[in-house]
């Protein structure tokens, strides 16, 4: 039983409650940097890491908070972890904080954040807040990678550029060319791709939920038809 | 009701506390790396525009701050030297005239007033039109390596458009004119200036040197 709970937290954070696709919060960055794969691979694991630190925080702490204090609280938490994180990759990942620079202190003001903490973490035990975040982030980072994907590969016509910025110099082989001599496709790389893009993954989510629950149906009716006779 | 306030009171202070200590800790953990970064990132850039090995003197460390109004207001030039003979000096000069915000520039200036390199360090143009003048999306900017006032003659310092010889790009020609004249306005300045810095850098030096 305890583990269905964990797979329904783990589904909703992936998919049907999805914090890019569904909720659509945290538009800003996603939007914003999702330029190439890579940024939004960056941008995605920062997110994860401070929702896993401030579910962690906000679950251990939830019956010491007094309520009418509990959001300040929450927020001195989240700007705490996202100013350790913002220094520990200006120190450990620089080529990429000078990228991702200005959004990782936008972090703090990802709503998604706060509403975690405020919705799940202070009313869920450590490893459930902990499933949660896990679940929240990795769905926000999959939708920022594939959103960058999407934009490099329509308008630069790359994938995984920059990826040594990330993983060291190693990774530079990482990068692939898809289409030689392309001459770019300037739209995909400016804002407006990101709104048309994003518009369309949501879509596409749309789409795949109705087959879904379409098969469902079929299943249900046929399930009915054979147990009738 | 007046213990509840305070109580609320001592914990946020509590959570304050802990929050400024979390942050103190890893600011002290990473302040050198990350000033061992910046410090890289710089020293980068600078060896983009004049190689290593044309100098031997700590470059960062001779660094002048200058008033050029010119060239983006109080910048920072740093002066070049082998022995005591002077190489080159590199401005940090900023474009006010960019298509999106100003375009910070780094231009080296060898001793006999020719350009060692050009690179942009921040701006803020339009992707795939005029990020051109970015190294990392074309070598555009390469095309300045060498050139001095006498070659082109200083009528010619300018885009095609503008009846110069540099070539602008398609669909932009705001970006490169901005740097075309920032890169000549930086010779210019050079031509004037250059002897006065590099007899400043040096007293500063052989100061060093006996202190």
Redesign the interface.
Known sequence: MADNGLRKVLADGLWHNNTGLVQLLGLCPLLAIT?NTINGLGLGLATLLTLLASNACVSLIRN???P??RI??YV??I???V??IE??M???F??LY?ILGIFIPLIVTNCAIIGRAEAFASKNSLPRALVDALAIGLGFTAVLVTLGALRELI?SGTLFAQAHLMFGEAARGLAIVVWEDYR?F?LA??PPGAFIGLGLLIAGKNVIDTRMKQAATVRAKAAQAASTA | MLR?VI??AV??TL??I???G??AT??DG?RE??AR??E??LLRGLHDVLPEREYDNDILRDALTIDAPDLGGTIIVYPAFRGHDPVALIYTVTAPDGYAGPIRLLVGVTADGRVSGVRVVAHRE????GDDIDASRSDWIERFRGLSLDSPPTPLWNVRRDGGVFDQFTGATITPRAVVKAIRTTLLYSRDHCEGLYERALQRMTEDDHG
């Open positions: 330029t010491l908070v007094r009418e204090v300040p609280v001195l938490i700007a705490s972890v100013t350790a220094l520990s200006n120190a450990w620089h080529d000078l308008g770019g300037l790389i400016l | 509840n109580a609320s914990l946020l959570f304050a802990v929050g400024s979390l942050v890893v600011h990473t790396r990350i970064n910046e890289e990132v339009t992707p795939g039109l």
